[in-house]
Nanobody
């Protein structure tokens, strides 16, 4: 079960950190990712991480601004979001599936959190 938190309202240029706790995680051969969905748009990949080894991947739109990381002891993945822009406004979802490759399409993930809303004002 995935529980996401940390969303909120922030001004452009500000920062937020999202958290996603993977309750009951016992398998290290997993990938976790953050996706987002803005109103009227499709869900899109933001960032992903391989649990074993920590390899990461990012969407071009967030490279250099967002950082994904994990805390194995807390079974938690974080998304540090800096230099936020109004176009980053969306519901952010964390996702998980077995496997080692960080895939960028939602179909590869079969466990989803409930989503947390990020609103960036201009």
């Amino acid at each position: 079960q995935l529980q996401a938190s940390g969303g909120g309202l922030v001004q452009a240029g500000g920062s937020l950190r999202l958290s996603c706790v993977a309750s009951g995680r016992t398998n290290n051969n997993i990938r976790m990712a953050w996706f987002r969905q803005a109103p009227g748009k499709e869900r899109e990949f933001v960032a992903g991480i391989r649990w074993s080894g920590g390899n990461t991947g990012y969407a071009n739109s967030v490279k250099g601004r967002f950082t994904i990381s994990k805390d194995s002891a807390k079974n938690t993945v974080y998304l540090q979001m800096n230099s936020l822009k109004p176009e980053d406004t969306a519901v952010y979802y964390c996702a998980l599936s077995e496997g080692s490759t960080v895939h960028t399409t939602a179909d590869w993930y079969n466990n989803w959190g409930q989503g947390t809303l990020v609103t960036v004002s201009s």
